[in-house]
């Protein structure tokens, strides 16, 4: 049971990662599929001279704006989730009726976990609440959440580059927008491949999954003009 509290740890173990595989994985996708969906869009309405640049930076713009925006959103749902798990701590312990308190925090539990776990181990848990002779009055942020924010926007400007730099560097645009395909592919076979081998799924079949949406995606954007 996750709670604001604070128990003491070894100094091994104090310094987690702020964002995990999943957050990672799936924060450079969206940037991936992000850029990929505006380049198909700009291109089937924007013609002329500089066009390549004009894409890059487009598709730029876009991330970033998407970038910020996500890593706003992660500060709400972490401030969010922070609060509940707080009034959770708080409803615990203020409870008089032991067997009302255990109910709260069976309910807390995920549903795949909650047949496991005994009333008695909650007790525990519930026993060790009642005796924290400090809680916080209300949820707050912490620098790690600020980090984690960062590596969010970061992220998805990053994934702009695999698909709008051909753009940039490439003249002719056909060929530009084949590497920026290819491009895109070897990144979600990679990001795909990372999340199989965190989730225990299978590395190479969780990296040819993803692939294999690029590839829907990207006849979608073919077939709708891009």
Same mark, same amino acid.
């Given at each position: 049971m996750n709670t604001t509290m604070q128990a003491p740890q070894d100094k091994s173990d104090m310094r987690r990662q702020v964002l995990n595989t999943v957050d990672r994985v799936c924060e450079l996708c969206f940037g991936l599929f992000m850029a990929l969906t505006f380049v198909g869009a700009v291109k089937a309405v924007t013609a002329g001279a500089d066009e390549g640049n004009k894409m890059f930076f487009t598709a730029l713009g876009c991330n970033l704006a998407w970038g910020l925006a996500d890593a706003v959103m992660y500060l709400v749902r972490t401030l969010a989730d922070r609060g509940q798990r707080l009034k959770l701590v708080q409803t615990v312990r203020q409870e008089q009726d032991q067997a009302v308190a255990v109910r709260a925090?069976?309910?807390a539990l995920p549903d795949k976990l909650e047949p496991l776990v005994e009333d008695a181990d909650l007790e525990r848990i519930r026993a060790r609440l009642a005796t924290v002779p400090t809680l916080q009055p209300r949820a707050k942020y912490v620098f790690d959440d600020f980090v984690g924010a960062l590596g969010?926007? #970061?992220?998805? @400007?990053?994934?702009?580059?695999?698909?709008?730099l051909p753009f940039l560097v490439i003249q002719d645009l056909r060929t530009a927008l084949?590497?920026?395909?290819v491009l895109t592919l070897v990144m979600l076979f990679i990001a795909g491949y990372a999340l199989g081998r965190y989730s225990g799924g299978g590395?190479?079949?969780?990296? #040819?999954?993803? @692939?294999?949406?690029?590839v829907l995606l990207t006849m979608a954007i073919i077939a709708l003009g891009g």
């Open positions: 925090l069976r309910e969010i926007f #970061l992220l998805v @400007v990053l994934g702009t580059f695999p698909v709008a084949i590497a920026s395909r590395a190479m079949k969780a990296g #040819l999954t993803m @692939v294999a949406l690029g």
